[in-house]
């Protein structure tokens, strides 16, 4: 799978270390919030369960399914829930965990529809943040890296469900997409 990236941009130890430092900081913030901390699948489950088990505070899980971009590497602008949360959210201060932030449209669209079911508050926690790659103006309140405007593998990230389990980050090589897409 190596093979496949053209660079790799975060080692395991890296994004092991910046994770430990953002479950800090959100274990500070929330302390006595029992915060519901939300994954949005499939993407965000390893950074989430990295990040969970260096909260040292209560805390209480949900998941969230969005549809993805099939085999493609550009955001289709559509956003469909494809499993939702198990409980109702009134009056919880939730914290979405996303892989990564590009467009901003999935989780702009999440956020409205957390904060219309009644939650109190709704912030966001993304693994990496792609900020060129934006056309709706939403920023995470907690960011591990950020990185540049080009189609990333690993630690969660996939393309065309591949990939998902490299424990680094890289950028794939244009080569293994154009030859799917042409
Ligand atoms: P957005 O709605 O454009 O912000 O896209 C967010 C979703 O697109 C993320 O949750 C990822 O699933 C996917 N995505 C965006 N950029 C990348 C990438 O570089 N590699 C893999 N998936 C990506
Ligand atoms: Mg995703």
Known sequence: M????EQVLFSAD????RVKQI????????????????GVLKGAFLFMSDLIRHIDIPIELDFIATSSYGASTKSSGIVRILKDLERPIENR???????IVDSGLTLSY?????????????????AFDKPTGRIVSIYP?????EVPNRFLVGYGL????????LPFVGILKAAIYNKVND
Not at 2 to 5: E, F, G, I, T, V
Not at 14 to 17: K, S, T, V
């Open 2 to 5: 190596k093979d496949d990236l």
């Open 14 to 17: 890296e994004i092991a270390a």
């Open 23 to 38: 479950a800090g900081q959100i274990s500070t913030d929330y302390r006595d919030m029992n915060p519901l901390v939300v």
């Open 93 to 99: 201060d939730v914290l979405l965990v996303e892989d």
């Open 110 to 126: 999440l956020r409205d529809s957390l904060l219309r079911r009644g939650a109190r508050s709704v912030k966001i926690a993304a």
């Open 141 to 145: 309140d907690y960011s591990g890296f």
């Open 158 to 165: 996939d393309y065309a469900e591949k990939y998902r389990n």
